[in-house]
């Protein structure tokens, strides 16, 4: 894993001192050599950067920016089956000269083009200048592990691993997109492909973008889609055969996810998920595999026991750390830099810190995300599954006139429930349901922290709603039950933006690579096909995940409630963290931002220290804006 930059440069003003500069500060992602391409063709300049955390193939082969006849290369990422294709482009003729996965892409894209991008298994972001036809392709792996930023106006295309890589561009023009920012205020991330900043763009997964450089021309399109594994007819196997298979392709996938030149481990928290990986990766491997928890006791954050026992029930060789509060509450002004856009998942603080334990040790680590995506995992899609269709049976004229009486009445009016916890934000939830229980509706509220109205009210000025993933309308109608529905919107939204982005950043903050073992595309395009009772089955959640696991490890032993990564945020805010609210919410700053109505702000921010607790969240996510804000809009 690497951190790739640069530009195509049609005015051609921009010197190569700019792309050092501009690939400089990812130098947090690869810290063991920089490399640089520098090309002028009559039309434009186009620069290629690379920062290199060496992985596979440790000698200078593995260098980059890589050439290739007349294609250069700039790639952040690994091909887990590289060596694959390579035997199959070595009985077409072709010949290598290095070890590295790098001069493959090179090879297979000669041989095949954007096609070759089918045939890769791994996680990727690279950027293709084609001399010889004057093209650049830039493309981005299906789940959207590895990240890909752009920025295209007045001539100049700009491409980063991270954001602040483009910002640094003198070309770059530093405007916030307001309707990013109330993106981001509904869901803690700006959705893809929304950035940010005007004119400045995440790559989709699944997708590869095209510069026609003689015509300056840019267009993108879709190479996979994950509704192509939905769509398709379910299968016709029964569980034991389910089960089989299941753990095989898993097996697979976690072993591709082993290949490496360097010292790998798995990030075991003690759940299902993280459990599997490490399960199935020992059973498979006679060496020892490295096991990484750690536990914040003082902050209620403390897994570390349960993964201790299943690390000695499998064999690992395992490290746990106890983090105190303070080295937990020392990430968070750290955050803005590493975050270089609005983020505000409170869990990125417990995800930084093992990365750092883990770094100690081996220079890649492995995540077990996505598992409650594919495999429904999350509480809410019990929650829809139980209640969705009782809401939706309601008759619309009951439904409509409870709406109207909940307009009229508050939640502060209404005697004992408004002092429980959560009340008021669930009674608002509630309303927005009795008027709209569609599934898309329910999906939408119960995974975001603000409304429509209660944004309107947060702005000075009138923003718009961003079309997202949300709003796809792809499953068919012959596959579509709400659980397809629901983990197919996840694995494109709340996976994407919020947790891959959170693993990335947090991993990269310390050069360590993390991979996504769950990610394998052969896992969602087999699981999607699968019987929603193998994955949902009478109300237990990754029931064939849970099947394989109790093989390996003891049910009594592993089976308790999900933990997560919880922060304890509303007792920070009131004592550690005020003077970051006090500083940020300041009425000055606001009215210098010219963002938020002001009044707005305080209301939220007097409400929860005046005992509503449930606004915790909305405070934390407009102090991570704010410190973002400082950090990218008034110090650069």
Same mark, same amino acid.
């Given at each position: 894993?690497?951190?790739?930059?640069?530009?195509?440069?049609?005015?051609?003003?921009?010197?190569?001192?700019?792309?050092?500069?501009?690939?400089?500060?990812?130098?947090?992602?690869?810290?063991?050599?920089?490399?640089?391409?520098?090309?002028?063709?009559?039309?434009?300049?186009?620069?290629?950067?690379?920062?290199?955390?060496?992985?596979?193939?440790?000698?200078?082969?593995?260098?980059?920016?890589?050439?290739?006849?007349?294609?250069?290369?700039?790639?952040?990422?690994?091909?887990?089956?590289?060596?694959?294709?390579?035997?199959?482009?070595?009985?077409?003729?072709?010949?290598?000269?290095?070890?590295?996965?790098?001069?493959?892409?090179?090879?297979?894209?000669?041989?095949?083009?954007?096609?070759?991008?089918?045939?890769?298994?791994?996680?990727?972001?690279?950027?293709?200048?084609?001399?010889?036809?004057?093209?650049?392709?830039?493309?981005?792996?299906?789940?959207?592990?590895?990240?890909?930023?752009?920025?295209?106006?007045?001539?100049?295309?700009?491409?980063?691993?991270?954001?602040?890589?483009?910002?640094?561009?003198?070309?770059?023009?530093?405007?916030?997109?307001?309707?990013?920012?109330?993106?981001?205020?509904?869901?803690?991330?700006?959705?893809?492909?929304?950035?940010?900043?005007?004119?400045?763009?995440?790559?989709?997964?699944?997708?590869?973008?095209?510069?026609?450089?003689?015509?300056?021309?840019?267009?993108?399109?879709?190479?996979?889609?994950?509704?192509?594994?939905?769509?398709?007819?379910?299968?016709?196997?029964?569980?034991?055969?389910?089960?089989?298979?299941?753990?095989?392709?898993?097996?697979?996938?976690?072993?591709?996810?082993?290949?490496?030149?360097?010292?790998?481990?798995?990030?075991?928290?003690?759940?299902?998920?993280?459990?599997?990986?490490?399960?199935?990766?020992?059973?498979?491997?006679?060496?020892?595999?490295?096991?990484?928890?750690?536990?914040?006791?003082?902050?209620?954050?403390?897994?570390?026991?349960?993964?201790?026992?299943?690390?000695?029930?499998?064999?690992?060789?395992?490290?746990?750390?106890?983090?105190?509060?303070?080295?937990?509450?020392?990430?968070?002004?750290?955050?803005?830099?590493?975050?270089?856009?609005?983020?505000?998942?409170?869990?990125?603080?417990?995800?930084?810190?093992?990365?750092?334990?883990?770094?100690?040790?081996?220079?890649?680590?492995?995540?077990?995300?996505?598992?409650?995506?594919?495999?429904?995992?999350?509480?809410?899609?019990?929650?829809?599954?139980?209640?969705?269709?009782?809401?939706?049976?309601?008759?619309?004229?009951?439904? /409509?006139?409870?709406? &109207?009486? !909940?307009? %009229?009445?508050?939640? $502060?009016?209404? @005697? *004992?429930?408004?002092?429980?916890?959560?009340?008021?934000?669930?009674?608002?939830?509630?309303?927005?349901?009795?008027?709209?229980?569609?599934?898309?509706?329910?999906?939408?509220?119960?995974?975001?922290?603000?409304?429509?109205?209660?944004?309107?009210?947060?702005?000075?000025?009138?923003?718009?709603?961003?079309?997202?993933?949300?709003?796809?309308?792809?499953?068919?109608?012959?596959?579509?039950?709400?659980?397809?529905?629901?983990?197919?919107?996840?694995?494109?939204?709340?996976?994407?933006?919020?947790?891959?982005? /959170?693993?990335?950043? &947090?991993? !990269?903050? %310390?050069?360590?690579? $993390?991979?996504? @073992? *769950?990610?394998?595309?052969?896992?969602?395009?087999?699981?999607?096909?699968?019987?929603?009772?193998?994955?949902?089955?009478?109300?237990?959640?990754?029931?064939?995940?849970?099947?394989?696991?109790?093989?390996?490890?003891?049910?009594?032993?592993?089976?308790?409630?999900?933990?997560?990564?919880?922060?304890?945020?509303?007792?920070?805010?009131?004592?550690?963290?005020?003077?970051?609210?006090?500083?940020?919410?300041?009425?000055?700053?606001?009215?210098?931002?010219?963002?938020?109505?002001?009044?707005?702000?305080?209301?939220?921010?007097?409400?929860?220290?005046?005992?509503?607790?449930?606004?915790?969240?909305?405070?934390?996510?407009?102090?991570?804006?704010?410190?973002?804000?400082?950090?990218?809009?008034?110090?650069?």
């Amino acid at each position: 894993m690497c951190g790739i930059s640069g530009f195509v440069d049609f005015n051609k003003k921009t010197e190569q001192s700019v792309l050092h500069k501009m690939n400089r500060t990812l130098a947090h992602r690869g810290p063991d050599g920089e490399g640089y391409g520098f090309y002028n063709t009559e039309q434009a300049t186009v620069g290629l950067g690379h920062r290199r955390l060496s992985i596979i193939d440790l000698t200078e082969g593995g260098s980059q920016p890589q050439t290739f006849q007349s294609l250069h290369i700039t790639y952040n990422g690994e091909i887990y089956n590289y060596a694959e294709i390579k035997k199959e482009l070595e009985q077409k003729g072709h010949q290598f000269h290095s070890h590295s996965d790098t001069e493959v892409i090179l090879h297979a894209y000669t041989e095949w083009g954007s096609k070759a991008l089918q045939k890769f298994i791994g996680m990727f972001a690279f950027v293709i200048y084609d001399e010889a036809n004057k093209k650049i392709f830039a493309c981005r792996d299906r789940a959207g592990v590895k990240p890909f930023f752009y920025y295209w106006n007045k001539g100049l295309f700009l491409f980063g691993s991270e954001l602040k890589a483009i910002v640094h561009h003198p070309g770059f023009i530093k405007e916030i997109n307001i309707n990013a920012v109330a993106a981001y205020m509904q869901y803690a991330y700006v959705p893809t492909p929304h950035c940010i900043y005007k004119n400045t763009y995440k790559l989709k997964p699944g997708h590869f973008l095209e510069v026609d450089i003689t015509a300056a021309t840019l267009q993108t399109q879709q190479y996979w889609n994950v509704y192509d594994a939905y769509n398709k007819p379910t299968l016709k196997i029964s569980l034991p055969e389910a089960i089989t298979e299941t753990e095989k392709i898993l097996t697979s996938a976690f072993q591709y996810r082993m290949v490496s030149d360097v010292p790998v481990g798995v990030f075991l928290s003690g759940g299902y998920d993280s459990g599997c990986v490490t399960a199935l990766l020992q059973a498979n491997n006679t060496e020892k595999i490295k096991t990484f928890t750690i536990g914040v006791p003082d902050a209620g954050l403390n897994e570390a026991p349960f993964a201790k026992e299943i690390a000695a029930h499998l064999g690992t060789d395992h490290t746990e750390y106890y983090c105190t509060q303070k080295e937990a509450l020392e990430i968070i002004p750290q955050l803005p830099f590493f975050y270089d856009e609005p983020f505000a998942d409170s869990s990125a603080i417990p995800t930084t810190l093992v990365s750092k334990v883990a770094r100690e040790k081996v220079t890649v680590a492995l995540s077990a995300d996505a598992g409650d995506e594919i495999f429904a995992g999350y509480n809410r899609y019990d929650y829809i599954t139980r209640y969705g269709k009782k809401l939706q049976n309601i008759p619309g004229f009951v439904r /409509k006139s409870a709406a &109207a009486v !909940m307009d %009229v009445v508050p939640a $502060g009016a209404i @005697p *004992f429930f408004n002092k429980q916890y959560l009340f008021h934000s669930r009674y608002e939830k509630i309303k927005t349901f009795l008027k709209n229980p569609s599934e898309q509706n329910i999906l939408k509220n119960i995974t975001q922290q603000m409304t429509g109205d209660s944004i309107d009210s947060l702005f000075k000025h009138p923003i718009s709603i961003l079309p997202s993933a949300f709003d796809s309308e792809e499953l068919n109608e012959e596959n579509y039950s709400v659980l397809n529905y629901m983990m197919a919107i996840d694995y494109q939204t709340y996976l994407l933006d919020d947790i891959l982005q /959170k693993v990335d950043r &947090a991993g !990269m903050s %310390v050069s360590l690579e $993390g991979r996504e @073992p *769950f990610l394998d595309h052969r896992v969602i395009e087999w699981a999607a096909q699968l019987p929603m009772e193998y994955k949902y089955n009478n109300g237990s959640k990754k029931f064939i995940i849970k099947e394989i696991v109790h093989k390996y490890i003891p049910k009594q032993m592993i089976d308790r409630p999900k933990m997560g990564f919880g922060i304890p945020i509303a007792a920070w805010l009131e004592k550690e963290l005020k003077p970051f609210v006090d500083m940020y919410f300041d009425e000055a700053f606001i009215t210098k931002q010219n963002v938020f109505n002001n009044d707005e702000v305080q209301r939220i921010k007097q409400s929860f220290y005046n005992g509503k607790k449930e606004r915790a969240e909305k405070v934390w996510t407009l102090l991570m804006f704010q410190m973002w804000y400082d950090k990218w809009m008034n110090n650069n």
